[in-house]
């Protein structure tokens, strides 16, 4: 496969990620528009950055930041969001900590001022190879329903017509796989504190969808 400059430099970012995160004993889940390229087994577009979020990064983070800087990464981290941002080549990857708690995954996407929660098992179990290499994903039912909340999670976010693009391809490959894509609206929500804050407040009483029965439980977020 031919590959441009840019998405030469995304495959390195990747392959690095993955091996980065297994000598730190966890693991990264890539997320955004590499997720249909991965699903894909290639390239579909240029790519400027990678988005990923880290199991226990926090408890990482000190050996996660000197793998990355050995490797020759500027690494810088965000103590206010707890974002860790890798830059190299005019290209970066950002990571968020991802906690799981049994069926649950707890995606902190503004440090402890915002999660989304979505069921456990929506995260690649096993690595996927893409161009040659190694790389978790966060697959394209979290894609789907991370890009259907993304309003809510930020009220300045504007869809883009890559966005709206993203969303057809993903609705027609999980209607592809006979489910029905308004069913995962159900299973993934998010609590904002920082937006709350600023007076943005769509979510009464966020309640978790129970994966295993498809039914409605009773369980609040806990914030």
Same mark, same amino acid.
């Given at each position: 496969m031919d590959l441009s400059e840019n998405n030469s430099k995304c495959l390195k970012f990747l392959k690095d990620i993955y091996e980065v995160s297994s000598e730190a004993e966890t693991k990264t889940y890539i997320w955004g528009g590499l997720i249909s390229d991965v699903a894909e087994g290639g390239f579909l577009r240029e790519h400027g950055d990678i988005d990923g979020f880290t199991v226990d990064m926090m408890n990482k983070l000190h050996v996660l930041k000197t793998i990355y800087t050995e490797r020759g990464?500027?690494?810088?981290?965000?103590?206010?969001?707890?974002?860790?941002?890798?830059?190299?080549?005019g290209l970066h990857a950002t990571f968020n900590p991802l906690d799981i708690d049994e069926n649950v995954a707890m995606w902190r996407h503004i440090g402890n001022q915002g999660t989304v929660f979505f069921p456990s098992e929506w995260l690649d179990m096993e690595p996927r190879r893409f161009c040659d290499i190694?790389?978790?994903?966060?697959?394209?039912?979290?894609?789907?329903?991370?890009?259907?909340?993304?309003?809510?999670?930020?009220?300045?976010?504007?869809?883009?017509?890559? &966005?709206?693009?993203?969303?057809?391809?993903?609705?027609?490959?999980?209607?592809?796989?006979?489910?029905?894509?308004?069913?995962?609206?159900?299973?993934?929500?998010?609590?904002?504190?920082?937006?709350?804050?600023?007076?943005?407040?769509?979510?009464? &009483?966020?309640?978790?969808?129970?994966?295993e029965t498809g039914k409605q439980g009773e369980e609040s977020c806990g914030l």
């Open positions: 990464y500027l690494v810088e981290f965000n103590s206010e969001f707890n974002i860790l941002k890798i830059s190299m080549n190694n790389v978790y994903t966060a697959g394209i039912l979290f894609d789907y329903g991370f890009r259907s909340i993304a309003g809510r999670c930020n009220p300045s976010w504007k869809e883009r017509e890559k &966005d709206k693009m993203a969303m057809a391809y993903l609705k027609e490959k999980i209607e592809g796989m006979g489910m029905d894509s308004s069913t995962i609206l159900g299973k993934i929500w998010s609590y904002n504190p920082f937006w709350a804050k600023r007076g943005y407040d769509p979510f009464k &009483d966020p309640v978790l969808v129970v994966p």
